[in-house]
Structure formats: structure tokens, C-alpha cells
């Protein structure tokens, strides 16, 4: 049994999406059914779109992308206790893993030793397919990677949490971001704009480097303490040897030495952007120092709902533009050309027209 289900895929990495239907996997006894209403656009779905990172993570046609999902129970399984129908809930980046390994039973469900589940272009265990992922009108998850969105947060903002938000708060939780530690955030984008917020509601003091002074303000607006133009040499120079911890949110190349140079002794710089190709690290800006540069990938799902919770009480939401889902194409287009603030959120009602 199935359901028929409504979405926009990819037909081909130089085609345009469009709309495609498809049938969902009928809920089992650990299973949450939900209609989706809101579905965030990651710039990995446009390299998964397009098969960019075909050496890494191939992509598989059709492809349905998204993987920050807000929607609504519609149906549970047997056994499902913690999500009754009506509840306002959420997915993000996986929605399986082996459930068993260490790195599971540690809540670090993203390192499964098996390999997680991807939300879309991974191996589907139920349907021996792949999964096909949030732009859709429904989808059905297990209730291990279903999470509980707070009541105060904005339904559509809170989307991008699910991936923006996670893959930043993560580093600056592990790392311990907060009073009395000094954080830089590079790149005021889809994850940057996440990183200035939450390292700001840590408690830390927090600096914004961005190549674009006409971000300056903004950059102020979400929390940065001081917002620095990393092509200025000298505004650079200003903060050599402070930092103790500085994140990476940028995906197109650039120069990561120019950053490590800052750091503190025993300072980290960890990347969550994802450039194409391999970026040069000199080893004395390591050596000297005793820096590390590391890199972080989501966050388990005891994580993420902390961090949902977090945004709960401290009222943090991603800034964005909604759009209907006949204009992804278009927003593809301007994502790659910075022209959004900060995220694209899809109203998935438009689906239905």
C-alpha cells in the first residue's frame, strides 16, 4: 500500500525542476505521517540538483530535494507514543540510521557507522528506491528522527533551523561558544546569519567577517559585537592571535589561512560551508599556535531538538523570503548569486494550485 503524493523533482542535472508525482510508503507501527507545510531551501539541494557533488554523493533521478521540514500529523503508527495527529512537527537532514551502533546510542545518529538515511538521494530501506525528500505535500518518517517544533516560533522561519540551524549550533555548542570566549563567524549567509544569532545568544562575543560592507549593518542587527571587512588587511591584522573559535560558513573558495592566523593558541576554526574543490592550509598556520581546523556536519536528533528548544526560548528563527513553489528555479538562480536574506523558505500550499 501507498500513498500518491504531489512534488517538484529533478529530471536531470541540467534540467529545471518541475512537478512530478510519486507515491509515499503507507505508515508503520513507528511511523509519523505528516503534510507538509513549509520546506526550506539548502544550497545543497541546488549541488544535488545539478549532481555537483557527483564523486561525493551522486545523485540519483528523479530528485526530489529539501530537507527542512515543518508540517502537520496526519497519521501514526501503532507504536508511535510522543506525536498524536494535528501536532506541529519537523525533520530535517536524516530520517533513519542503524539505530545500534556506538555512535548511534551516543545521539550522534549523522556518524551512524552503517550510514544514516538521507531525507532525499539516499537508500530507502522501506521502499528499495531512495528517499525523496520535503518539496512535496507529504512525507512519512520514523518517529526517532521527528522533532517537536516550540509553539511561539514562526512556522515557516522556523524551517531552515532544521539544517541552517543545526549545522551551526552544533560546532558553537561543542565547542563551547559563550561569556567570556570570543567567536568569529565567516560569511553572512543562509549559515552565517544562523551563526551570528545563536553565538550571540550564547553569550559570546561575536565577530562577523564579511567581504560585502553593505552587510556591516546587518550584521549588527543579528547580533554581531563587530563586523569585520575580511579584504581589509588591516582590520584583519587587529584581531591576530585572539580568537578562540571561529566558524566557516562559506562554500565558495577562499582563503581559510587568512582566518587561521587568528586564532588564539589552541584555537579552532571549524568549516561547515562545503566548497567544491579542496581548499590550500598552510601547516605553519597550524604549527604555530597548536590550532586546529576541523570541520562539523549537523547534529544528532537529541541535539536538534535542543536546539529548537533553544531557539524556543530565546525566540531565534532564520530571516527569509517565502516563495511559492513554482519559482524554485528562479530562487536556484539568485541563491547563487547571494540574493536572498537569508533562506528561501517554500510555501508548499502552493502545491496544491
Not at 536531470?12 to 505521517?33: H, K, Q
Not at 554581531?224 to 575580511?230: N, P, R, T
Not at 587587529?238 to 565558495?252: M, N, P, R
Amino acid at each position: 500500500m501507498s500513498t500518491p503524493a504531489k512534488a517538484f523533482a529533478a529530471q536531470s542535472a541540467t534540467t529545471p525542476l518541475g512537478p512530478w508525482n510519486f507515491e509515499r510508503r503507507t505508515p508503520g507501527p513507528n511511523d509519523v505521517a505528516f503534510e507538509i507545510l513549509f520546506c526550506g531551501v539548502c544550497h545543497s539541494d541546488l549541488h544535488q540538483s545539478r549532481d555537483e557533488w557527483h564523486d561525493f554523493a551522486p545523485t540519483t533521478y528523479p530528485l526530489v530535494p529539501g530537507h527542512e521540514i515543518v508540517g502537520r500529523v496526519t497519521a501514526v503508527g501503532s507504536e508511535v507514543k510522543k506525536f498524536k495527529v494535528g501536532d506541529t512537527v519537523a525533520t530535517g537532514c536524516m530520517v533513519d540510521s542503524c539505530g545500534v551502533c556506538p555512535l548511534c546510542k551516543a545521539d550522534m545518529e549523522m556518524f551512524c557507522i552503517q550510514g544514516m538515511t538521507l531525507t532525499y538521494n539516499s537508500p530507502d530501506k522501506h521502499t528499495g528506491k531512495v528517499t525523496y525528500g520535503g518539496y512535496s505535500d507529504s512525507i512519512v518518517v520514523d518517529q526517532r528522527f521527528v522533532l517537536n517544533v516550540p509553539e511561539n516560533l514562526d512556522l515557516a522561519a522556523t524551517a531552515p533551523l532544521l539544517c541552517a540551524g543545526i549545522t551551526t549550533y552544533s560546532p558553537l555548542h561543542h565547542w563551547k561558544a559563550g561569556p567570556g570566549k570570543k567567536v568569529g563567524i565567516i560569511g553572512l549567509g543562509g549559515l552565517g546569519h544562523m551563526g551570528v544569532k545563536f553565538s550571540h545568544a550564547l553569550g559570546a562575543h561575536t565577530v562577523l567577517f564579511t567581504t560585502s560592507a553593505n552587510k556591516v549593518e546587518d550584521g549588527k542587527r543579528l547580533g554581531a559585537d563587530e563586523v569585520v571587512i575580511s579584504k581589509n588587511a588591516d582590520e584583519m591584522a587587529k584581531h591576530a592571535w585572539s580568537f578562540d573559535f571561529i566558524l566557516d560558513c562559506v562554500s565558495a573558495e577562499h582563503d581559510v589561512n587568512a582566518y587561521l592566523s587568528l586564532l588564539k593558541v589552541d584555537g579552532t576554526l571549524c568549516t561547515v560551508g562545503a566548497p567544491q574543490k579542496p581548499l590550500p592550509v598552510a601547516a605553519f598556520n597550524l604549527i604555530f599556535g597548536r590550532r586546529s581546523y576541523s570541520g562539523s556536519a549537523i547534529g544528532g536528533i537529541a541535539e536538534t531538538q535542543e536546539m529548537l528548544d533553544f531557539c524556543g526560548k530565546h525566540n531565534i528563527v532564520s530571516d527569509i523570503e517565502i516563495i511559492p513553489i513554482q519559482k524554485i528555479n528562479e530562487a536556484y538562480d539568485r541563491m547563487l548569486k547571494s540574493d536572498v536574506k537569508y533562506r528561501f523558505v517554500i510555501d508548499m500550499a502552493s502545491l496544491k494550485g
